[in-house]
T-cell receptor
Framework: GAGVSQTPSNKVTEKGKYVELRCDPI?????LYWYRQSLGQGPEFLIY????????DSGLPNDRFFAVRPEGSVSTLKIQRTERGDSAVYLC?????????????FGPGTRLTVL | GDSVTQMEGPVTLSEEAFLTINCTYT??????LFWYVQYPGEGLQLLLK?????DKGSNKGFEATYRKETTSFHLEKGSVQVSDSAVYFC?????????FGKGTRLHILP
């Protein structure tokens, strides 16, 4: 079946602009996660959704970052007033939502470049 | 807070060589431990996992044993192939988030 998909695959923007990154999870997966991977680093957790609600947003770096999942499926990560330091690969993952035990399946990522 | 430290790369080996990639962790309690792999041009994939002390995870000829005494989860393979060239991430799970190491790039020469 289809895996996690993310669009766009690449996004180039200018400092100060607003961007939206989209994630389509595996059908039937109730849990959805966003991670950020900077160059030469491992992925870092940003936010976790269970259904429509953000169960843990402790990884969001500041209030310029926001994510939604209004219907419990597709999620959008929104970044306001982008800064050069936001340049990274943004990864989305989904899982069945079994408490603490199930595998997270990762998408290919969106590479964001802020000029 | 929780963290994962893994050996820096790149690691370059000849085909059929023995592989070890070291990984140690810092965490309260006994979290589940993982190795993920990222092949060129592909997304992150779970390679193997261990959920409790002394468990051994294995997949595709790779193995790692959860050692609570040394807080380690070293990845090993007896005979590597060119197709194993990738970036390998050691990780632990804390609640619903995964905490990753920085990754180790592996190059296998034919």
């Amino acid at each position: 079946g289809a895996g996690v998909s993310q669009t766009p695959s690449n996004k180039v923007t200018e400092k100060g602009k607003y961007v939206e990154l989209r994630c389509d999870p595996i059908s039937g997966h109730t849990a959805l996660y966003w991670y950020r991977q900077s160059l030469g680093q491992g992925p870092e957790f940003l936010i976790y959704f269970q259904g429509t609600g953000a169960a843990d947003d402790s990884g969001l770096p500041n209030d310029r970052f926001f994510a939604v999942r209004p219907e419990g499926s597709v999620s959008t990560l929104k970044i306001q007033r982008t800064e050069r330091g936001d340049s990274a690969v943004y990864l989305c993952a989904s899982s069945l939502g079994l408490a603490g035990a199930d595998e997270q399946f990762f998408g290919p990522g969106t590479r964001l470049t802020v000029l | 807070g929780d963290s994962v430290t893994q050996m820096e790369g790149p690691v370059t080996l000849s085909e059929e060589a023995f592989l070890t990639i070291n990984c140690t962790y810092t965490a309260t309690g006994y979290p589940s431990l993982f190795w993920y792999v990222q092949y060129p041009g592909e997304g992150l994939q779970l390679l193997l996992k261990a959920t409790k002390a002394d468990d051994k995870g294995s997949n595709k000829g790779f193995e790692a044993t959860y050692r609570k005494e040394t807080t380690s989860f070293h990845l090993e393979k007896g005979s590597v192939q060119v197709s194993d060239s990738a970036v390998y991430f050691c990780a632990l799970r804390r609640d619903d988030k995964i905490i990753f190491g920085k990754g180790t790039r592996l190059h296998i020469l034919p």
